[in-house]
């Protein structure tokens, strides 16, 4: 099992026209939801005179939570034909919006299709994808003589000190690569070293 993902670093956009229809794509990296409604509620004040806002997302590092948006266009021809895109691109933690301003010329089932198709996929090409690691959250308890020990063992996993608690007896909260962590956690024990998930 992989412990790592693919989005975008930041967001993105291009411009795509066809008969007269103009297709602005946006592509914007989510962490939620609740950023999804903001989004599309700025590019509405942004692009009020359009008369389409479709969109698809996916979320997670398991990437089980997506959706497409067809927002008034013949179903299937807009939001799938984004998400797609997503898919091919093994995208997660992102959001795709093409807004359309209608050009007076039907496009057709299939013209659509590909001029959504195309759109998103022109927004991604301009976006920066970065790979994430999905991590752990792990606590480790120590006496003062071996700090040094569980610090070079931290550094040599990456891991990521979110909180540590010198005293008598210490304490460190930290996040790891979740592929590392049970060879840092049989590292630690195999010096008497208790660490555990949290």
Request: proline content about 2%; some cysteine.
């Amino acid at each position: 099992m992989t412990d790592t993902y693919l989005t975008i670093q930041k967001s993105a956009e291009s411009l795509f026209k066809d008969k007269g229809s103009k297709f602005f794509a946006y592509a914007f990296p989510i962490k939620s939801e609740d950023e999804i409604k903001q989004h599309i509620t700025n590019l509405k004040k942004q692009h009020h005179g359009a008369r389409h806002w479709c969109y698809a997302f996916r979320l997670g590092a398991d990437k089980k939570l997506f959706r497409a948006n067809d927002d008034g266009e013949p179903s299937g021809t807009a939001g799938k034909p984004i998400l797609n895109q997503i898919i091919s691109a093994d995208l997660t933690d992102i959001l795709v919006v093409v807004v359309r301003y209608f050009g007076g010329t039907l496009l057709g089932t299939s013209g659509l299709i590909q001029a959504y198709k195309t759109a998103a996929a022109d927004a991604l090409q301009r976006s920066t994808t970065v790979t994430k690691y999905i991590t752990q959250t792990c606590k480790v308890n120590f006496n003062t003589e071996v700090t040094n020990l569980v610090m070079r063992y931290l550094k040599e996993y990456d891991a990521e000190i979110v909180e540590h608690t010198f005293d008598t007896e210490n304490e460190i909260i930290f996040t790891i690569r979740q592929s590392f962590t049970e060879k840092l956690r049989t590292s630690l024990k195999e010096n008497n070293i208790n660490c555990n998930p949290i």
